[in-house]
């Protein structure tokens, strides 16, 4: 079984892969009469394919026994995906470029407490992961007609471990 360590998630070590979604940043402005602060354009939502739209659901994640075993991942051809948590704890981020005959070795990530994710289009990644309890998460993703889901299942299994 090949090991993998996740390291701390931050915008230039998971821009191949999507979006940071967090207040970090320039990009932010007060609004309501300055009792309020925008972070602004945090994150590209995509949807594309026959009636597509962006959709916003809420789910409760249940965490998984770590290390992970990871033996599958999924991508969305025709959208993005984003979680954003709704408490300020951390999850686990799996994620893998494409390979010649399907995704390629994962690469995984610990978020900041608070920190969110928005995936690309198209992009390898594994399944919600929150970690210790369960987690309460916002997401913006596509719908529309067709199937917006691929899984691809190892060969092997990939060890997650924390940092």
């Known amino acids: ?9 931050t915008r230039e070590a998971f ?3 999507g979006d940071v979604i967090d207040m970090g940043g320039d990009n932010h402005y007060p609004i309501n009469g300055g009792k309020a602060e925008r972070y602004h354009d945090l994150a590209t939502a995509e949807a594309t394919g026959p009636n597509a739209r962006v959709l916003i659901s809420m ?3 249940t965490p998984y026994e770590l290390p992970l075993k990871l033996t599958m991942v999924e991508r969305h051809p025709f959208g993005s995906q984003a979680f954003i948590p709704l408490s300020p704890r951390p999850f ?8 010649k005959e399907g995704p390629g070795e994962p690469y995984a990530f610990i978020t900041a407490p608070g920190q969110g994710i928005n995936y690309s289009r198209n992009l390898w990644h594994g399944v919600l ?5 369960p987690q309460d998460f916002l997401i913006v993703d596509r ?16 060890e ?3 940092p």
Do not use: K, Q, W
């Not at 686990?92 to 470029?97: E, N, P, Y």
């Open 15 to 17: 821009a191949p892969f």
């Open 129 to 133: 992961t929150p970690l210790g309890e």
């Open 92 to 99: 686990l981020v799996v994620v893998c470029h494409d390979g």
């Open 160 to 162: 997650i471990h924390l």
């Open 1 to 9: 079984m090949t090991r993998i360590t996740a390291r701390p998630l």
């Open 59 to 61: 789910v409760r994640g």
């Open 143 to 158: 719908g529309g007609d067709g199937s917006n889901l691929e899984e691809f299942h190892f060969s092997h299994a990939y």
